[in-house]
Each structure stands twice: as structure tokens, then as C-alpha cells.
């Protein structure tokens, strides 16, 4: 079992920078891929980034490449998720994802961090 546990979410203005961090329990956290998806109020949730569990690997949505950085310590069982250039349309619920050897970023998730950006 892992337990994934979002921190970093909070209020910024328009071209502003967040971090978003998601702790992993568990002493395998080197063999699972992460990610990191968002939900707006009334939208479907949608995949951000992701990164493979080597770190080798990245992946980004058109919406926030050139503007997000994915990145993992897997000696601290972390992934984080770099966010510059905010904007209004960003603000959402972010939540980190995990899974086992693929890339598929559904065996665990997280119980998700608000970040809000005003105009």
C-alpha cells in the first residue's frame, strides 16, 4: 500500500510560481511511475505531468509545457511539481498519482491540494 500526501497549494497572483510536493509511504517508490493531474470546478480531471520512475523520462500536457517542471528524490520519496507563469486557468484541485512500473498513473492517488491563481 502507498500513501501519497500533496503539500504546497495555495492562493497566487497571475505569473506567479508555486512548488507542489506529494510524499510516498513505502520503501519502493523508486520502481513507481508519478504524476500529477488537475480538476477545475464543473471540468473532468486531466492528466498535468508525469515522470517515470527512473526520472529518465518526462511527460507534459500542451497546457503547462514550457511552463511546469516535473521532478523526483527518490531518497525522499518525493515528486514535486514546479509551476511558473500561473495563470487564472491553472487554478484547480492537483492531485499526485502513482503506479507500479508503467506509466499508467492509477494504482494511488492523493487526497489533492488547491492551488488558486487570481488575474
Known amino acids: 500500500q502507498v500513501q501519497l500526501v500533496e503539500s504546497g497549494g495555495g492562493l497566487v497572483q497571475a505569473g506567479g510560481s508555486l512548488r507542489l510536493s506529494c510524499a510516498a509511504s513505502?520503501?519502493?517508490?523508486?520502481?513507481?511511475?508519478m504524476g500529477w493531474f488537475r480538476q477545475a470546478p464543473g471540468k473532468e480531471r486531466e492528466f498535468v505531468a508525469a515522470i517515470s520512475w527512473s526520472g529518465g523520462n518526462t511527460y507534459y500536457a500542451d497546457s503547462v509545457k514550457g511552463r511546469f517542471t516535473i521532478s523526483r528524490d527518490n531518497a525522499k520519496n518525493t515528486v514535486y511539481l514546479q509551476m511558473n507563469s500561473l495563470k487564472p486557468e491553472d487554478t484547480a484541485v492537483y492531485y499526485c498519482a502513482a503506479s507500479y512500473m508503467t506509466m499508467e498513473l492509477n494504482d494511488y492517488w492523493g487526497q489533492g491540494t488547491q492551488v488558486t491563481v487570481s488575474s
Open positions: 513505502g520503501r519502493t517508490f523508486s520502481s513507481y511511475a
